[in-house]
């Protein structure tokens, strides 16, 4: 395989769907990359399914930057795109700017950010530094006690209408794709025919580019809330709590550890 560039990567959009998800250390993210996973995101969900917290809202710069770089030591051929955290971009573009070369120079190829129009100012200003920008809008996780849950977004006519303009001003920033986060179907799918950026769909129906999965769910790691858009496509946590027990068990018994051992 060959290293997934931006360019290559945004070339892909009416040729072929790309199915990506997170890791967040050099072991899942090294097995990710032999699979053939095009994009890997080293996701503020690490909060959540790592480090045990409730929200996005706790992880730091810094939890995100030793994530990122330890991903980034184990991948070859993966885009390998960091997500900047809460606190990271919203203290002012100076302070945004520098946590984005931090991104960079910790291995990640690009970074991702959550925001509608509003955000399009700060694209711009990474994009003019030569940082690539992964857009996020619909569900943003960082805006969850603004929003009020994890709630469905776009449902409504205004909403729709809100979501098409955040998307048509951050490709006009020079984002060269967009998260959409929990949308209606028929919204992802007119946004990913209108739009020049490559669509990412979470929760976001079948019609996205691209689809992103959190790697505990489909591994079946998740040992918390699973989203409803999510699919098990392995369940590791079930022979890891088998490996633990028969261990635990093997130990108990004198089986472990043997003369071999």
């Known amino acids: 395989m060959k290293k997934w560039t931006v360019p290559a990567f945004a070339?892909?959009?009416?040729?072929s769907k790309l199915g990506c998800c997170t890791a967040y250390d050099a072991c899942f993210a090294k097995l990710a990359d032999e699979a053939g996973v095009p994009c890997i995101l080293v996701g503020d969900s690490m909060g959540m399914v790592a480090l045990g917290y409730g929200t996005t809202l706790p992880v730091t710069m810094d939890e995100m930057l030793s994530a990122t770089a330890a991903v980034a030591r184990a991948?070859?051929?993966?885009?390998?795109?960091?997500d900047l955290p809460f606190g990271a971009y919203q203290c002012g573009d100076d302070a945004a700017l520098a946590n984005a070369i931090r991104a960079l120079q910790a291995g990640s190829d690009a970074v991702k950010l959550e925001g509608g129009a509003f955000r399009a100012p700060l694209v711009q200003r990474l994009v003019e530094n030569g940082i690539p920008v992964v857009a996020h809008v619909g569900l943003m996780p960082q805006s969850v006690n603004a929003l009020g849950g994890f709630k469905m977004q776009g449902k409504?006519?205004?909403?729709?209408?809100?979501?098409?303009?955040?998307?048509?001003?951050?490709e006009a920033a020079g984002a060269f794709a967009v998260t959409l986060e929990c949308v209606p179907d028929a919204l992802a799918k007119e946004i990913t025919e209108t739009s020049a950026m490559s669509t990412i769909g979470i929760g976001a129906g079948p019609h996205c580019d691209v689809q992103w999965l959190v790697m505990h769910d489909l591994?079946?790691?998740?040992?918390?809330?699973?989203?409803?858009?999510?699919?098990?496509?392995?369940?590791?946590?079930?022979?890891?709590?088998?490996?633990?027990?028969d261990y635990v068990a093997a130990v108990a018994s004198s089986a472990f550890p043997a003369e071999r051992n």
């Open 11 to 15: 070339a892909e959009k009416g040729k």
């Open 156 to 170: 409504t006519a205004a909403a729709a209408t809100q979501l098409k303009n955040d998307v048509a001003a951050l």
């Open 75 to 82: 991948v070859k051929d993966a885009l390998v795109v960091c």
């Open 219 to 245: 591994l079946g790691l998740n040992t918390g809330r699973v989203p409803s858009f999510a699919r098990k496509f392995a369940d590791l946590g079930t022979l890891a709590r088998k490996g633990f027990a």
